[in-house]
């Protein structure tokens, strides 16, 4: 079992970064694929990025290729969002998951879940 909690949101203006970070309790993190959602008011949470076990396969939504970055420190059993050129549209709670098998972009095939960061981004 892992614990997950995220912090590093904040508010932003548009075309800002933030780092996000998931501290994971527990030895067996780097057993664990990583995956980041966000929900926005009144939406659906949607899939923004996922990291397999070792990093060496990443993937990402449409919407934020080529602007966030997700990473992994299993020795520091963390793992990370950069995100850039942020957007208002990029406003949400964003969650990060686990879960013991391959990286998938279905959040209900994730097993654990953290409580969430605050990201609000300014026009």
């Known amino acids: 079992q892992v614990q997950l909690v995220e912090s590093g949101g904040g508010l932003v203006q548009a075309g800002g970064s933030l780092r996000l970070s998931c501290a994971a309790s527990g030895r067996t993190f780097s057993t664990y694929t990583v995956g980041w959602f966000r929900q926005a008011p009144g939406k659906e949470r949607e899939f923004v990025a996922a990291?397999?076990?070792?990093?060496?396969?990443?993937y990402y939504a449409d919407s934020v290729k080529g602007r966030f970055t997700i990473s992994r420190d299993n020795a520091k059993n963390t793992a990370n969002l950069q995100m850039s050129s942020l957007k208002p549209e990029d406003t949400a709670v964003y969650y990060c998951a686990a879960r013991r098998a391959p990286p998938v972009t279905t959040g209900t095939l994730y097993d654990y879940w953290g409580q969430g960061t605050q990201v609000t981004v300014s026009s």
């Open positions: 990291i397999s076990v070792r990093g060496s396969n990443i």
